[in-house]
């Protein structure tokens, strides 16, 4: 387990405004994030990603082959599924498996962690093999499609470093060409802010999510005006916001592989010179 953000933790993320949220931080911190590998014993890669409140089990299952449509191509298939736990919030919601019906915002958002995950595989160094990512939200406290992407790209990580021992994917292929990782940003009482729990996410007047790669390229870009209009200082402001503090989580992600996978027991990171390992 890694740990980054809170405060002093992790690298610093603008200059701030001076101003202190609901929940102690700075508008330009992220809450306390965790990596927890090896988290069960099924799957080629499973983690736990928490980021404060929200917590999300995301397990990577490896399969030789690849469907229908796909085969005969010499290229592989990552695809995700997202769901969350009747009891993830403060009220029981019902399964969609009892409901008969998938939601349109499960799809909306196994779709996106799907795409974030492909825009950084070489699908044909990865051959014909498909990679299915489960991530299931234990809690939620807002962000849980930022997490689910942010943690699942590390259980895929895994899943390909097992597969590629087991020489189901050819040695010295460059299966990962980068890594992803996703926040949100919003506007709320008019002050661009990072990371948002629920309490800031019902209120706020803009809720963006944004997906980049470790190297700061944009994936993805999800913004909405939830009450007033936002105009292109305020865009500006939330991205430089959100690439911050996905370069904080993508050096988090890199230190929690570069880490022994151990069996879901602690490893520890904080301080101002960012992301480590302790026993």
């Avoid at 809170?6 to 990596?35: F, N, W």
């Avoid at 993830?88 to 799809?107: I, M, Y």
């Avoid at 040695?171 to 996703?182: E, I, K, M, N, W």
């Avoid at 190297?215 to 209009?229: D, I, K, L, R, Y």
Wanted: with cysteine; hydrophobic share 40%.
């Amino acid at each position: 387990m890694v740990n980054a953000g809170g405060s002093g933790a992790g690298v610093a993320v603008g200059t701030g405004t001076g101003g202190v949220r609901g929940d102690g931080r700075r508008a330009d911190e992220l809450r306390p994030v965790t990596i927890t590998r090896r988290f069960l014993d099924a799957g080629e890669g499973s983690v736990l990603v928490e980021f404060g409140g929200t917590k999300v089990l995301c397990v990577a299952s490896f399969t030789e082959g690849v469907p229908r449509w796909r085969k005969g191509s010499g290229e592989g298939w990552v695809t995700a599924e997202y769901a969350m736990l009747p009891r993830a919030t403060n009220s029981r919601s019902d399964r969609e498996s009892v409901r008969g019906k998938v939601g349109g915002r499960t799809h909306e958002i196994s779709r996106l962690i799907g795409r974030s995950l492909r825009a950084v595989i070489d699908v044909a160094a990865l051959g014909e093999n498909t990679v299915v990512l489960d991530c299931d939200v234990l809690q939620a406290d807002g962000g849980t499609r930022t997490a689910a992407i942010t943690g699942a790209y590390v259980a895929l990580a895994d899943a390909v470093a097992w597969a590629t021992s087991q020489r189901l994917v050819k040695p010295g292929r460059q299966v990962l060409r980068d890594s992803v990782a996703a926040v949100s940003v919003g506007i709320v009482d008019g002050v661009p802010v990072l990371d948002l729990p629920y309490p800031e996410d019902v209120r706020a007047e803009t809720d963006m999510n944004v997906v980049t790669t470790g190297s700061g390229t944009f994936v993805e870009v999800q913004g909405t005006a939830e009450h007033a209009p936002f105009d292109r200082a305020e865009l500006d402001a939330l991205l430089d916001l959100a690439l911050a503090g996905t370069a904080q989580l993508a050096a988090l992600q890199a230190a929690v592989l570069a880490a022994p996978a151990g069996d879901g027991s602690a490893t520890r990171s904080t301080g101002p010179a960012g992301p480590g390992s302790a026993p």
